[in-house]
């Protein structure tokens, strides 16, 4: 079993920035990705960013140049640097990992963009 502890939500001003964490603990061994989704009222959940235990990170095109995942490997956690923040990236995000083809989700945490 793997458990995530999402942290980092709030509420921010468009152009404003927030930091997402995300501490994974468990069973967690050989090749696995951390990753982040979201979803917006009334739409379907959908990948922001994620990053494999190999070092590759993928983005979704909406976050590129905004949004940067990094990963402390000592604490395994990742975080998620967001900047610019926009109006369109208010949502739930959702902390997920896949671990030897298992997928596991945090609860979630809030992110609202308002003026």
């Known amino acids: 079993q793997v458990q995530l502890v999402e942290s980092g939500g709030g509420l921010v001003q468009p152009g404003g920035s927030l930091k997402l964490s995300c501490a994974a603990s468990?069973?967690?061994?050989?090749?696995?990705?951390m990753g982040w989704y979201r979803q917006a009222p009334g739409k379907q959940r959908e990948f922001v960013a994620a990053?494999?235990?190999?070092?590759?990170?993928t983005y979704a095109d909406s976050v590129k140049g905004r949004f940067t995942l990094s990963k402390d490997n000592a604490k395994n956690t990742v975080h998620l640097q967001m900047n610019s923040l926009e109006f369109e990236d208010t949502a739930v995000y959702y902390c997920?990992?896949?671990?030897?083809?298992?997928?596991?989700w945090g609860e979630g945490t809030q992110v609202t963009v308002s003026s």
């Open positions: 468990g069973r967690i061994f050989g090749f696995y990705v």
């Open positions: 997920k990992t896949t671990v030897l083809g298992a997928n596991y």
């Open positions: 990053l494999s235990s190999g070092g590759t990170t």
